[in-house]
């Protein structure tokens, strides 16, 4: 059906060289020996030293300048409405702010900022069916928004969640945001979701603004999202017994987000990683919301737990990447043959007194970045948004 094909990516041969860094997106090697890679038609089709790939007929060539590539950025939790325009804070082009961010995908736990959003069962799916169609079709500046993720209610019966997922919905939007907020009840229709194929997330801790709930741990365990949403809050979060029976008590993903508590999310870090379970570690922002948007939100987050919660950067890195593509199923989110050519360039910021990006990092800095590539396209060069890269990448040959 139309609705599932992919989108045209454009023909062309890309190729990144003279890489510095190359930082792969997986935990378990997460520096790459290579300084190049090569994407055909927006995936990637070869990674390597510059000697051993095949680079003819290249129909854009970037010259890394010896900074360093990474995987584009994954925000996973995102409020979307319609376009580029947020109503949350009446704000337009948040999306494109973003990708010079270095942010090039984004999951949506639910468009709930939709003026009048329809609370009806044929309301909430037809939003949700509209949501996923439009941004489908639109991806302001190239970022790819995977919206259209219903928040549940309590007439929606079994043959609703089949429908949604026979329309191409992919995601419910955050359990409890809606009237859905008992264990049992959340359970079942989690339940529903996956049977059809829908992954969910759940909305943790206390009410984010007026007329929204608490949601605790027993809630959270009962209800068996794939997706602990904002484990440190939005922004109220659990107390850390709490959080600590949530990471104990379940092997879903343990979503951190920028517009949370930083002190639980260090909390959360440290559960994780004395349980061995980085891997269930993800990324967001929780917006646009009550604090606004925020474009290095993901940058702001990876930089924090690098330096505050003294973890390697290369691993903070990827939080925001390979961990959330292996969760949600994406094609992005790695340097790996095969992946969607999604790529972040990035250097350390000009008189960050570290002596590399990693360091810079570690210290609590921002990279600063050069570059955006979406399927093989070229997107944006210096950002507006970072700090200034110390080395920019160029664009040396069409
Ligand atoms: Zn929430």
């Known amino acids: 059906m139309a609705h599932d094909a992919p989108q045209a990516t454009g023909p062309g041969k890309l190729v990144i060289r003279n890489i510095g860094l190359l930082l792969s997106g997986a935990l378990e090697k ?199 949403g ?37 909390f959360t870090l440290r559960t994780a990683r004395e349980m061995g379970d980085l891997n269930r570690v993800i990324l967001g922002t929780d917006a646009p919301a009550g604090s606004g948007v925020q474009p290095l939100g993901i940058l702001r987050m990876v930089s924090m737990l690098s330096s505050l919660g003294d973890m390697p950067a290369e691993l903070a890195f990827c939080f925001a990447t390979g961990n959330t593509a292996r969760m949600r199923a994406l094609d992005c989110g790695l340097i790996e043959v095969g992946r969607s050519a999604d790529f972040v360039i990035m250097d350390k910021a000009q008189h960050s007194p570290g002596h590399t990006l990693l360091d810079s990092v570690q210290l609590g800095d921002l990279p600063g970045i050069g570059m955006t590539i979406i399927d093989g396209i070229v997107r944006t060069q210096r950002s507006r948004n970072t700090p200034p890269a110390t080395r920019v990448p160029e664009i040396v040959g069409r």
């Open 230 to 266: 904002h484990i440190n809050g939005g922004h109220t979060a659990l107390p850390d017994d709490q959080i600590r029976c949530i990471c104990e008590g379940c092997k879903r993903g343990l979503e951190l987000v920028h517009n949370g508590n930083e002190r639980s999310a260090l």
């Open 30 to 228: 997460p520096i790459l020996d290579a300084d190049t890679i090569v994407a055909e038609n927006g995936r990637i089709t070869a990674i390597g030293r510059l000697k051993d790939v095949d680079t003819d007929g290249a129909t854009t060539i970037v010259d890394a300048n010896g900074t360093t590539v990474a995987p584009g950025l994954i925000d996973s939790h995102v409020h979307p409405v319609a376009g580029d325009w947020t109503p949350r804070q009446n704000q337009i082009g948040w999306i494109d702010s973003y990708l010079h961010g270095g942010v090039t995908t984004m999951i949506s736990a639910g468009e709930v900022h939709m003026p009048g959003r329809p609370r009806d069962i044929v309301g909430v799916k037809a939003m949700a069916i509209f949501a996923q169609r439009a941004f489908w079709t639109l991806r302001p500046g190239g970022v790819k928004v995977h919206a259209g993720a219903p928040v549940i209610e309590n007439e929606m019966v079994e043959d609703d969640f089949k429908e949604l997922a026979a329309a191409g919905v992919k995601l419910l939007g955050e359990v409890g945001l809606g009237g859905v907020k008992d264990g049992p009840t959340a359970r079942k229709m989690v339940g529903w979701a996956r049977k059809y194929g829908i992954q969910s997330t759940i909305h943790t801790g206390g009410p984010s603004i007026p007329g929204s709930g608490l949601i605790d741990k027993d809630v959270v365990l009962e209800a068996d999202t794939d997706v602990i």
